[in-house]
């Protein structure tokens, strides 16, 4: 496995059926280097709860004014394009980038290589496999924690040390990319009572609304008119 991506996503949350990216970090490897990077914000459309720009940095202000991830996927999709990706706990990624992917109609279908895993088998002796203890035990640095671009090639180097310390004929196996899958759960559409009272929200506040309101889930839905209603309050 010498050509493959990186990756490494922030979101809002945990749910990929509910919260949203914010960025997006990459780094792609040929012949074992990295030739190339892919780093973005995104403008989530939603507030980033303060909790979670205390972990990654990510502030309101700093999206506001980067595109969604409708612009950003596609890019990020063709980028990937032909390669095999790997992430620090890849599943969680994938499911965000997966359900995203299907929202748009788009197709995102890898072989992913997982460096938790590994570290799972290998490291059993240390308490914690996160990303930033195996930094520590590797003495990998690692300038913004909790940051796409730099938590994807601190992935890299990690992947590196554990192919050093543990790669032999007996576990080759182990170093191959496997297929990923997630299949978002279904979403039910947007209810008439709900779509009557959104529609009412916008005209009363005067909103410029630019969603599709018949194509949204109900979960969807549901927050735009909790959103509207925090931001501009009830029709009164």
């Known amino acids: 496995m010498n050509n493959y991506i990186v990756l490494d996503i922030e979101t809002t949350g945990l749910r990929p059926e509910q919260d949203k990216i914010t960025e997006i970090g990459a780094v792609k490897i040929i012949d074992g280097d990295i030739s190339e990077v892919f780093s973005r914000l995104i403008n989530p459309q939603i507030q980033i709860p303060q909790i979670i720009t205390e972990i990654t940095g990510i502030t309101n202000e700093m999206v506001k004014g980067s595109p969604d991830i409708s612009v950003v996927l596609p890019e990020f999709i063709e980028f990937c394009e032909g390669y095999d990706i790997m992430g620090h706990n890849v599943r969680f990624d994938f499911s965000f980038l997966k359900y995203n992917a299907v929202t748009q ?129 009830a029709i009164r």
């Not at 895993?117 to 290998?122: E, G, I, W």
């Not at 990319?177 to 209810?191: L, M, N, R, S």
């Not at 009363?204 to 969807?220: A, M």
Request: proline content about 3%; overall charge positive.
């Open 105 to 233: 109609k788009l197709k995102f279908n890898k072989n992913a290589l997982d460096t938790l895993a590994l570290a799972r088998k290998f490291l059993k002796q240390i308490s914690s496999r996160s990303l930033t203890n195996l930094c520590e035990y590797y003495s990998i640095e690692r300038e913004h924690a909790h940051r796409g671009y730099d938590d994807a090639k601190a992935t890299y180097k990690l992947y590196k040390r554990l192919k050093e310390d543990f790669w032999t004929e007996e576990t080759a196996d182990l170093f191959i990319p496997k297929p990923i899958h997630y299949k978002p759960a279904k979403q039910e559409a947007i209810t008439p009572r709900q779509e009557k009272y959104l529609k009412d929200l916008i005209s009363y506040h005067n909103i410029d609304f630019k969603e599709q309101i018949n194509s949204l889930t109900k979960s969807q839905a549901s927050r735009f008119i909790d959103k509207i209603i925090s931001e501009n309050g």
